[in-house]
Nanobody
Framework: QVQLVESGGGLVQAGGSLRLSCAASGRTFSSNGMGWFRQAPGKEREFVAS????????YYADSVKGRFTISRDNAKSTVYLQMNSLKPEDTAVYSC????????????????WGQGTQVTVSS
C-alpha cells in the first residue's frame, strides 16, 4: 500500500498557475502508474491526468490538455501536476492516486488515494 499526501493547492486568479505535489511513502512508488483526479462540489470525480511508472507516457483529459502537465520524480517518490492558464471551472479538490503501471484513466483502477488539496480559481 502506498500512502499519498498532496500539497500546493490554494486560491489563484483566472489565468494563473499552481503546481501540485503528491509525496508517496512506501517502496512501491516506482512500480505504480500515478494519476490526478478532481471533484467539484455536486459533481462526480473526474480524471485529470495520469503517467506511467517510468514517466514515458502521459495522458490528459481533453479539458486540461495543453494547460496541465503531469510529471514524476521516482527518486523523490513524488508526482507533480503543473497547472497553467487556470480557469474558474478548474476549481475542485484535486487528489492523486496510485494505480496500474500503464497509467489508467479510470478511478476504479487506482487503489491508493490521497486526501486531496483544494484548488480555487477566481474570475
Amino acid at each position: 500500500q502506498v500512502q499519498l499526501v498532496e500539497s500546493g493547492g490554494g486560491l489563484v486568479q483566472a489565468g494563473g498557475s499552481l503546481r501540485l505535489s503528491c509525496a508517496a511513502s512506501g517502496r512501491t512508488f516506482s512500480s505504480n502508474g500515478m494519476g490526478w483526479f478532481r471533484q467539484a462540489p455536486g459533481k462526480e470525480r473526474e480524471f485529470v491526468a495520469s503517467i506511467t511508472r517510468s514517466g514515458a507516457k502521459t495522458y490528459y483529459a481533453d479539458s486540461v490538455k495543453g494547460r496541465f502537465t503531469i510529471s514524476r520524480d521516482n527518486a523523490k517518490s513524488t508526482v507533480y501536476l503543473q497547472m497553467n492558464s487556470l480557469k474558474p471551472e478548474d476549481t475542485a479538490v484535486y487528489s492523486c492516486a496510485a494505480g496500474p503501471w500503464y497509467g489508467s484513466t479510470r478511478p476504479l483502477d487506482f487503489g491508493s488515494w490521497g486526501q486531496g488539496t483544494q484548488v480555487t480559481v477566481s474570475s
